[in-house]
């Protein structure tokens, strides 16, 4: 094991041997593996958006093994996605790529302001499927928050006890903030502490933007002079707000964009010090060939810092 892993490996060290195992897996899996950095495929926007949205662009998408083979020939760390898409592939690929259970998920059929995402699957059934982690979703800002905090940690409880690691995909969204605001650098730096806070051992955020909403926040990011002008500073903040870079932070690589716009984005992340990204659209919606072309320069680009 290199010595970075063990370094990241000893942050959580009121973890069972069994769940620093799983976060080991991880860790150690793929192109990446061994560097403390990492690149991983998820694939829940079939349920969130719609299998047309999701898939048509590449309609290869529509075969839940089709990214099992994504995530293994890219070699990414880990593949993430709801429990229909898993137990379409889970014994046909079994231990050929680290599996993360989203357990949470909403649909896009109902609108309003304060999202809550349903418990859809559950820690018996990442166990059953050989998974390394199970995911989650909260959406701080939303009135219903609370509701999912406390599911998140009912969870978490019972994943540590069984040795699984936890990833937690912290999205600000709802009625108490701007759209503005979902990715504003105050908000986005909160939600991940809040991440922390719950006791997720990775951290999923969008990269954040100049944008601060709370009037409270600006006061203090000017007084003390906390410098958020460019995306590497922004993401070099967000780290420092899960316990000064003691957690696993990684970048979500939200809509789909050109591949020059991808790049530019994970070469902010990499030199703010960030863990890696989480790539979903922009890859499994490229042809197959190109995607695993982009994963891998994504990769390299962590690789060199």
Same mark, same amino acid.
């Given at each position: 094991?290199?010595?970075?892993?063990?370094?990241?490996?000893?942050?959580?060290?009121?973890?069972?041997?069994?769940?620093?195992?799983?976060?080991?897996?991880?860790?150690?899996?793929?192109?990446?593996?061994?560097?403390?950095?990492?690149?991983?495929?998820?694939?829940?926007?079939?349920?969130?958006?719609?299998?047309?949205?999701?898939?048509?662009?590449?309609?290869?998408?529509?075969?839940?093994?089709?990214?099992? !083979?994504?995530?293994?020939?890219?070699?990414?760390?880990?593949?993430?996605?709801?429990?229909?898409?898993?137990?379409?592939?889970?014994? !046909?690929?079994?231990?050929?790529?680290?599996?993360?259970?989203?357990?949470?998920?909403?649909?896009?059929?109902?609108?309003?302001?304060?999202?809550?995402?349903?418990?859809?699957?559950?820690?018996? /059934?990442?166990?059953?499927?050989?998974?390394?982690?199970?995911?989650?979703?909260?959406?701080?800002?939303?009135?219903?928050?609370?509701?999912?905090?406390?599911?998140?940690? !009912?969870?978490?409880?019972?994943?540590?006890?069984?040795?699984?690691?936890?990833?937690?995909?912290?999205?600000?969204?709802?009625?108490?903030?701007?759209?503005?605001?979902?990715?504003?650098? /105050?908000?986005?730096?909160?939600?991940?502490?809040?991440?922390?806070?719950?006791?997720?051992?990775?951290?999923?955020?969008?990269?954040?933007?100049?944008?601060?909403?709370?009037?409270?926040?600006?006061?203090?990011?000017?007084?003390?002079?906390?410098?958020?002008?460019?995306?590497?500073?922004?993401?070099?903040?967000?780290?420092?707000?899960?316990?000064?870079?003691?957690?696993?932070?990684?970048?979500?690589?939200?809509?789909?964009?050109?591949?020059?716009?991808?790049?530019?984005?994970?070469?902010?992340?990499?030199?703010?010090?960030?863990?890696?990204?989480?790539?979903?659209?922009?890859?499994?919606?490229?042809?197959?060939?190109?995607?695993? /072309?982009?994963?891998?320069?994504?990769? /390299?680009?962590?690789?060199?810092?």
């Amino acid at each position: 094991m290199s010595k970075r892993v063990k370094e990241i490996l000893s942050w959580y060290g009121s973890d069972s041997p069994g769940t620093l195992v799983n976060l080991s897996r991880i860790l150690n899996h793929g192109r990446l593996g061994g560097t403390g950095k990492m690149v991983i495929l998820p694939v829940d926007q079939g349920f969130e958006h719609g299998p047309a949205r999701s898939f048509a662009k590449n309609s290869a998408g529509y075969d839940p093994r089709y990214h099992f !083979e994504l995530g293994i020939d890219a070699g990414c760390n880990a593949y993430a996605a709801p429990l229909g898409f898993l137990e379409a592939g889970a014994a !046909e690929f079994a231990g050929e790529i680290p599996l993360i259970l989203k357990l949470n998920n909403s649909d896009s059929l109902f609108g309003g302001d304060d999202p809550c995402s349903a418990v859809t699957g559950s820690v018996e /059934d990442a166990m059953r499927l050989g998974c390394a982690a199970i995911g989650f979703t909260i959406y701080p800002g939303s009135s219903q928050r609370n509701e999912m905090y406390q599911q998140f940690r !009912e969870l978490t409880v019972e994943a540590k006890r069984k040795g699984l690691a936890v990833v937690l995909w912290s999205y600000p969204r709802g009625s108490g903030i701007s759209k503005d605001g979902e990715t504003g650098i /105050d908000v986005v730096a909160y939600a991940a502490h809040i991440a922390a806070q719950l006791g997720a051992h990775i951290i999923k955020v969008k990269p954040p933007t100049a944008h601060i909403e709370q009037d409270a926040a600006r006061k203090v990011y000017e007084a003390e002079g906390i410098p958020v002008g460019t995306l590497p500073e922004r993401i070099r903040h967000v780290v420092q707000s899960s316990f000064g870079g003691r957690r696993i932070v990684i970048f979500s690589g939200g809509p789909a964009k050109d591949r020059g716009g991808i790049l530019e984005e994970i070469r902010g992340i990499a030199e703010g010090g960030g863990f890696g990204s989480i790539m979903g659209r922009n890859s499994f919606q490229r042809p197959k060939a190109e995607a695993i /072309d982009l994963l891998h320069e994504v990769m /390299d680009i962590y690789a060199q810092v």
